[in-house]
C-alpha cells in the first residue's frame, strides 16, 4: 500500500510531494577546472490535516513508508491549528519549463562554457582570478491530494555563475554574476560580456564629491529599491501586520513610472513552474500599477489566514514545509534610452551593487549601505569607478519622483528574494551620496 492510500485512512486531509533532482556541476577556481560531479536526490515530503492541526515530514528512503507515516501522524497531533484546506484540482496554463537541449548536455560541454567565459574574461585584466561553476540539472515533482489533485512538471535549470577576484596594490574588485535558465538561450554569455564591460570600466579610478545628487540604478542595483518592496508584498508580512503597506490597496503610493509584477508562467525562467509546489496554477500577479498598489502574493495558508485566494506562490524544498515566495519579478520598462538617461545627468553616479543590502529592517524601506560597486557619470558619460561611497534613503520617499525608467532591461539571477528579476535601469533625481572627497 503507498503513503498516499495509507494516510488518506487515517486523516482528513492529505498531501504527497515527490520530488527527483538530477544534477550535473563543473567547478572551476582560480581560472582552472578544479571538479566534476553528478549528483541524484529522491524523495517524499507529506502534510496531513488531522483533527486540525497540521503535520509535515519527509524521507529519502521510498521503502520506509510505514515509518514516513508514523512521523507525519505523529507530528501532527502537536502540530499548528490550521484552518486552510489543500489545493483543488485546476487547470493551468501550459509553461515550458524543460528543454531536452539542458537536461542532456554533458559534462565536456558545459566545461566547453566554462572555458568561453574565462576566454571572455581574462584578456581584459590577466591578473583576475575567477571561480565558475555550471550546473545543470533535471528535477521532477509530483503533488496528490485527498481531493483529486494529481499534478506532475518537469524543470531541466541550466545555471552559470562566476565570482571574479581583482587584487591590485590597495584596490580589491570583488564581482558575482549568474545566469540562470530552463529553455536553452543561444546568448548564453551575455552576462559574461555584462561583467568583462563592467571589469574594463572598473579598472579606471576616479572621484567625486559627496553631496546631494541624481543616483542612477542599473538593473542588478535596482535591487536597493526592490528587495524592501518584496517583502512588504508577501501576504505573510500583511497577515502579520508588518508591511507598511497592508492597507493601502488601491492606493498611489509610487511615481506611475513604477509597475511591478509577479509572473510564474513565463516560458524558460527559473521562477516558472505550471503548478507551484501546492498544486496550485501558477499566474501573473499585477502589485504595483502605474504607481497604484493592485495585490499581494499569497500561498493556501497565509491566503486562508488573510480571507482571500492563493495567488500561486508557494516554494518549497523536499524537507521545508512550502512558503511564500516570488516567481519572476518584473520591474516594467520605461520610455526612455539609457543614452538619454545619462546624457541628461551633469554629474552622478551609477550604482550597480551594494555591500551589506537585506541586513537589518529592510521592510521599513530605510537603507544605508556602501557600494560595492559604481561608476560616476559626468556630463552626461560614464568616466570611471568611483570608491568609498554609500548612499541612503527610504524607498517609499525615494520612489514617489522618479525622473526616468529606460527602455532597457535585463534579467538578474542574483537576488535576494526571487529566482530572476527583469529590471530597467531607474533614475532617481537626487539622494544623498556620502564618503571621502
Given at each position: 500500500m503507498d503513503i498516499f492510500t495509507m494516510l488518506k485512512k487515517k486523516a482528513e486531509q492529505v498531501q504527497v510531494f515527490n520530488l527527483e533532482n538530477e544534477k550535473t556541476t563543473v567547478e572551476f577556481e582560480a581560472n582552472q577546472l578544479k571538479a566534476c560531479a553528478v549528483t541524484s536526490t529522491k524523495g517524499?515530503?507529506?502534510?496531513?490535516?488531522?483533527?486540525?492541526?497540521?503535520?509535515?515530514?519527509?524521507?529519502?528512503?521510498?521503502?520506509?513508508?510505514?515509518?514516513?507515516?508514523?512521523?507525519?501522524?505523529?507530528?501532527?497531533?502537536?502540530?499548528?491549528?490550521?484552518?486552510?484546506?489543500?489545493?483543488?484540482?485546476?487547470?493551468?496554463?501550459?509553461?515550458?519549463?524543460?528543454?531536452?537541449?539542458?537536461?542532456?548536455?554533458?559534462?565536456?560541454?558545459?566545461?566547453?562554457?566554462?572555458?568561453?567565459?574565462?576566454?571572455?574574461?581574462?584578456?581584459?585584466?590577466?591578473?583576475?582570478?575567477c571561480n565558475l561553476s555550471l550546473a545543470r540539472g533535471l528535477v521532477s515533482a509530483n503533488i496528490r491530494n485527498q481531493k483529486g489533485l494529481d499534478v506532475s512538471f518537469q524543470t531541466s535549470p541550466l545555471t552559470l555563475s562566476i565570482t571574479l577576484n581583482r587584487m591590485e596594490e590597495n584596490d580589491v574588485l570583488i564581482r558575482y554574476e549568474q545566469f540562470g535558465a530552463t529553455v536553452w538561450e543561444k546568448d548564453y554569455l551575455a552576462f559574461a560580456r555584462r561583467l568583462a564591460e563592467q571589469l574594463k570600466l572598473a579598472r579606471k579610478l576616479t572621484t567625486i564629491k559627496p553631496g546631494r545628487m541624481p543616483v542612477l540604478f542599473s538593473p542588478a542595483g535596482a535591487q536597493a529599491l526592490i528587495l524592501p518592496l518584496s517583502e512588504a508584498l508577501n501576504g505573510k508580512e500583511v497577515y502579520k501586520g508588518?508591511?507598511?503597506?497592508?492597507?493601502?490597496?488601491?492606493?498611489?503610493?509610487?511615481?506611475?513610472?513604477?509597475?511591478?509584477?509577479?509572473?510564474?508562467?513565463?516560458?524558460?525562467?527559473?521562477?516558472?513552474?505550471?503548478?507551484?509546489?501546492?498544486?496550485?496554477?501558477?499566474?501573473?500577479?499585477?502589485?504595483?500599477?502605474?504607481?497604484?498598489?493592485?495585490?499581494?502574493?499569497?500561498?493556501?495558508?497565509?491566503?486562508?489566514?488573510?480571507?482571500t485566494q492563493s495567488t500561486g506562490n508557494a516554494v518549497r524544498s523536499l524537507f521545508t514545509q512550502p512558503d511564500v515566495s516570488f516567481g519572476n519579478v518584473i520591474l516594467q520598462p520605461g520610455r526612455t534610452p539609457l543614452r538619454?538617461?545619462?546624457?541628461?545627468?551633469?554629474?552622478?553616479?551609477?550604482?550597480?551593487?551594494?555591500?551589506?543590502?537585506?541586513?537589518?529592517?529592510?521592510?521599513?524601506?530605510?537603507?544605508?549601505?556602501?557600494?560595492?560597486?559604481?561608476?560616476?557619470?559626468?556630463?552626461?558619460?560614464?568616466?570611471?569607478?568611483?570608491?568609498?561611497?554609500?548612499?541612503?534613503g527610504n524607498i517609499y520617499d525615494l520612489l514617489k519622483d522618479v525622473a526616468a525608467v529606460s527602455q532597457e532591461a535585463q534579467w538578474n539571477y542574483n537576488f535576494f528574494y526571487a529566482p530572476y528579476v527583469f529590471a530597467p535601469y531607474v533614475l532617481i533625481p537626487e539622494m544623498n551620496v556620502a564618503g571621502k572627497s
Open positions: 517524499t515530503a507529506v502534510r496531513v490535516i488531522r483533527k486540525g492541526r497540521l503535520g509535515f515530514s519527509a524521507s529519502t528512503d521510498r521503502m520506509a513508508v510505514n515509518k514516513l507515516a508514523t512521523n507525519v501522524l505523529e507530528s501532527a497531533a502537536y502540530g499548528d491549528q490550521t484552518s486552510f484546506s489543500f489545493a483543488d484540482p485546476k487547470s493551468a496554463i501550459a509553461v515550458r519549463t524543460y528543454d531536452k537541449a539542458i537536461a542532456e548536455l554533458p559534462i565536456n560541454r558545459l566545461i566547453e562554457i566554462g572555458q568561453e567565459i574565462l576566454d571572455l574574461i581574462l584578456p581584459v585584466d590577466p591578473i583576475v582570478r508588518t508591511s507598511p503597506i497592508k492597507d493601502k490597496v488601491d492606493e498611489k503610493l509610487f511615481d506611475e513610472k513604477i509597475t511591478l509584477v509577479d509572473d510564474g508562467t513565463m516560458d524558460g525562467c527559473f521562477g516558472s513552474t505550471p503548478y507551484d509546489d501546492e498544486g496550485v496554477p501558477r499566474s501573473r500577479n499585477v502589485l504595483i500599477e502605474n504607481g497604484v498598489l493592485k495585490s499581494f502574493i499569497y500561498d493556501l495558508k497565509t491566503a486562508a489566514q488573510a480571507g538619454d538617461i545619462i546624457a541628461s545627468i551633469d554629474e552622478g553616479i551609477l550604482v550597480e551593487s551594494l555591500l551589506g543590502l537585506g541586513m537589518g529592517n529592510t521592510i521599513s524601506g530605510a537603507f544605508s549601505n556602501p557600494l560595492d560597486l559604481a561608476f560616476k557619470i559626468e556630463k552626461g558619460e560614464v568616466v570611471g569607478r568611483v570608491k568609498d561611497l554609500s548612499i541612503a
